[in-house]
């Protein structure tokens, strides 16, 4: 038997499992968030290894979600100097590049700016001749100021030829120790976001690098020597290199482990995925085992990108959200108790009256001293607890897109608040070991490879191309680590693009498999 | 009366806009950020009030015109809509000056702020519209027989076209095509009139307008009764989205959204029609609110508008009806904008008929 080892960093817990190769659960660990999390990892790392007594050298590999990224984002510490660089002058000189990004991040992140002419139409016919005499003074500005470079170039998803030429006239003069983003292979259609998610992943890339060989160290360390892999976020998995290139999908993570977690536990690869934890209830929608991606726009750390997202809507109700009572009104929430919900909840001795305690009165729970909630006016509790269990049936509506039944799975610490059936779901599932369920969306994910380009497509060969393109897909991921037998494909867009010439169609495909056994 | 126009007053202006966008009229951020770079660059524009224009100054509109999906991702330089005024300057042997809006709702709404700043016009507070729609002689200009010509296209790539067309029809055709020609996205100078038809003709007081409707949506603690107060409207319906088709059809977004009732409008059903903008609202195959009235779909907890892009199942949602200002309730006004421009089988009946 042969095992791998998934690690998921949140932003409360550090969950980690072990998994054996027919991805049954050998041990657990799951431990608060702490400040240094490199420090965390290492200790996730050390406990499942002496949980488990396991041979070290039967691990074959190693799986990290970690949320490093967002939080450097978010806090806006250890960014790294970034050149922003716009290609489409004259246009687009209405609105400066990263305008749009809060002031405090453009302080750090805004210092080296450029635009540059080029660029293409909607067409693919140029704006202007690339000015490449320009880049190469950028070029010589920019060398030893910053390590990080990102390009956008106007219509570069309808063609990428001048952030390609780009990189290579400045390459030429900084040298391959700075990092290049380009934006046609982070976002899609809309410059401003997709330039604004470009720059983010290029402010990125050290606390990636910091994190991937944080993780190696860590398994290096305690005698494990395995293939490394880190989650992003569409429930796959990438390479070192490829996390290095695009740190930026890492970003949420978490919520896609906890949907493809509860998905395993539950065994349903389509439903409606609530976790609850003390704070929010995060609900997303698994569709053949993968979440379903946000259509809009995203704000990341007060910014607005277009990259992928999982598309999870957070309510404001979680096991320590308070209760306020007014006479005989009550507002429940927005604020939380959070992770005092120990020593603030009114069953544990506390002054808070919340969400728990009321589902402790209501005879849902058996948590604390159920004494401490006695005085509560038993017509009242019910009402309160009707709206919490409606507030979640609302939020869950939402994130449905027709109003057939679909099966419900409740993980997290505050799964057990709830009880009954809950309105629109087929049936409500409620699996044994959700605490994990993050470590173990970490550890089953699968590898994954990604082909997106316009093709222009003669009708009389079509299926022919297309079949051509997926098997492109297919290697992608074969190459990356994926088992060459069980690798298919597991999403096929194609766009045509009304005003190209000719018969110009975006194609996006993605082909996943498990890790290859060794 | 005269006043200057800052970053703030441009914020709660872009949320009036997207309000008054009923649905459509192109997303006012590209705009807003238009806005609020020239401004921070150049600074607060001037705003006059309609009445304080001279009869014979020269005023003329500046919009964009193509696809909106181009805008957001070529962008303008900020440079066309200066051509554009320059070129007719020099055609029209004159100055210009002032500029202002053709529409209220969406994208265009803002876009003059960004002109204005840079080369110091002042804008005035009224547009052709009172809200947005998609054809170029869908303004109350076209209602008093000004010209749209002599107008002026101009592109990023400093190209420019002075056009004289013989009428509103010609004038959509030649510019549709030329729109293409220049890259989807140029900026237009259109409808040059005097101070007085500008006077006698515009919707006045919309930029104003637009700024309190964002500031309710944005400080009110009950933005959709004040929304209502604030516009003389109607909710028309209360609930929650079902179900929503649809198709892209020569650049306009057709289709429609079904939703079910909640509240006072509990087992009752709604069914809102758009083409871009939302153009007719029926509760139980009763027509509630009919073009040129306008209608908005809000965000029932925040009262934020919700685009025809943005409606997804399961929203809860309340539905606000608007009139339209007067001038558009003339035989000529419906003839132009009202249900049967646009397909649908319904004699116009005003809001406040309506709803009774």
């Known amino acids: 038997m042969r095992y791998k080892l998934g690690i998921d960093v949140g932003g409360t817990n550090t969950d980690g499992v072990i998994l054996d190769s027919d991805m049954n659960v050998l041990t657990a660990f799951k431990h608060p968030t702490t400040d240094d999390i490199e420090t965390g990892i290492a200790g996730a790392v050390e406990a499942l290894l002496k949980k488990s007594g396991l041979d070290k050298s039967l691990i074959d590999h190693g799986m990290l979600g970690t949320t490093q990224c967002t939080n450097a984002i978010v806090t806006r510490k250890s960014l790294n100097d970034v050149g922003v660089i716009r290609i489409g002058a004259p246009a687009g000189t209405a609105i400066e590049p990263i305008y749009s990004m809060p002031d405090d991040l453009k302080a750090i992140i805004g210092q080296h700016i450029y635009q540059v002419r080029g660029g293409h139409e909607f067409n693919g016919e140029l704006i202007a001749e690339l000015d490449e005499a320009h880049l190469e003074d950028i070029a010589r500005e920019l060398k030893g100021k910053v390590n990080s470079i990102a390009i956008s170039s106007i219509f570069s998803p309808v063609n990428k030829a001048h952030e390609t030429r780009a990189k290579e006239i400045i390459e030429a003069v900084v040298g391959e120790d700075v990092a290049f983003s380009l934006s046609s292979e982070i976002g899609s259609i809309s410059l401003l976001e997709r330039e604004n998610a470009t720059v983010l992943n290029a402010a990125i890339i050290d606390v990636a690098k910091r994190t991937t060989e944080g993780f190696e160290k860590a398994l290096k360390q305690h005698g494990v020597d395995c293939e490394v892999y880190f989650c992003q976020n569409d429930g796959t998995l990438m390479s070192k290199e490829y996390t290095l290139k695009y740190p930026i999908l890492t970003v949420a993570c978490g919520p896609t482990n906890s949907l493809r977690g509860a998905s395993f536990l539950s065994s349903h690869d389509n439903a409606i995925i609530a976790d609850i934890g003390g704070t929010t209830t995060d609900i997303g929608v698994l569709n053949n085992g993968f979440p379903r991606e946000s259509s809009l726009s995203v704000e990341l750390g007060g910014v607005q990108t277009n990259f992928r997202m999982p598309d999870i809507y957070s309510l404001a109700l979680g096991g320590g959200t308070i209760i306020t009572l007014e006479g005989e009104n009550f507002k429940i929430g927005p604020d939380s108790v959070g992770y005092r919900l120990p020593e603030k909840a009114k069953v544990f001795g506390g002054d808070t009256l919340t969400v728990t305690d009321i589902a402790v009165a209501k005879g849902v729970l058996s948590l604390g001293d159920a004494e401490k909630v006695n005085d509560l006016d038993t017509e009242l509790v019910d009402r309160i607890y009707d709206e919490i269990i409606n507030m979640i049936e609302v939020a869950i509506e939402r994130m449905k897109t027709s109003d057939k039944e679909v099966p419900v799975v409740l993980v997290g610490g505050g799964s057990t608040l709830i009880e009954g059936d809950i309105e629109g779901a087929s049936e409500v599932i409620n699996p044994e070991n959700s605490g994990v369920a993050n470590a173990i969306g970490s550890a089953i994910s699968d590898i994954s490879g990604e082909v997106e380009k316009i093709y222009n497509i003669d009708p009389a060969r079509r299926s022919e191309i297309l079949d051509e393109i997926k098997q492109f897909a297919i290697d992608e991921a074969v190459n990356a680590g994926a088992d060459k037998d069980r690798t298919e494909i597991i999403s096929f867009e194609d766009i045509p693009l009304a005003y190209l010439p000719g018969n110009a169609t975006r194609i996006k495909v993605k082909a996943a498999g498990p890790l290859k056994e060794d | ?356």
């Open chain 2, 1 to 356: 009366m005269m006043r200057y126009i800052g970053k703030e007053e441009i914020e709660k202006m872009a949320i009036g806009a997207a309000l008054l966008g009923t649905g459509g009229g192109g997303d006012p951020f590209i705009g807003k950020l238009m806005a609020l770079q020239a401004i921070e660059k150049y600074g607060p524009v001037k705003l006059l009030s309609a009445d304080e224009l001279d009869d014979e100054a020269l005023v003329v509109p500046s919009a964009m015109m193509g696809a909106p999906t181009v805008m957001v991702e070529k962008v303008p330089s900020g440079n066309e809509s200066i051509a554009a005024f320059n070129a007719l300057e020099e055609y029209l042997g004159r100055k210009i000056t002032a500029t202002m809006p053709i529409e209220a709702g969406g994208v265009n709404s803002l876009l003059p702020f960004a002109l204005a700043a840079r080369v110091g016009l002042p804008v005035v507070d009224a547009d052709g519209m009172g809200r947005a729609f998609p054809e170029l002689q869908m303004v109350t200009y076209y209602l008093d027989g000004i010209n749209a010509s002599p107008m002026v296209l101009a592109d990023e790539k400093d190209n420019s076209i002075v056009l004289n067309a013989v009428d509103g029809v010609w004038t959509e055709k030649i510019a549709r095509a030329a729109t293409m020609t220049m890259g989807g996205s140029l900026m237009n100078a259109i409808y040059p009139m005097s101070g007085k038809q500008a006077r006698e003709s515009s919707i006045i007081g919309s930029l104003s307008f637009e700024e309190k409707l964002g500031d309710i949506i944005m400080t009110s603690k009950q933005p959709i009764d004040d929304l209502v107060e604030a516009t003389n409207g109607y909710i028309l319906f209360e609930g929650k989205i079902r179900d929503v088709e649809r198709a892209t059809d020569g650049g306009f977004v057709r289709g429609k959204a079904v939703f079910e009732g909640m509240n006072q409008n509990k087992s009752s059903e709604c069914t809102l029609e758009f083409q871009n903008e939302n153009l007719i609202c029926l509760v139980d195959g009763q027509p509630k609110c009919l073009t040129p009235d306008l209608i908005t779909v809000l965000d029932a907890e925040t009262g934020m508008p919700i685009t025809t892009e943005g409606l997804k199942f399961g929203m809860r949602v309340v539905i606000l009806g608007m009139p339209c200002d007067p001038k558009w309730r003339t035989d000529k006004g419906i003839e132009t904008v009202g249900p049967g421009y646009f397909g649908y089988d319904f004699e116009y009946q005003t809001i406040e008929a309506l709803n009774q």
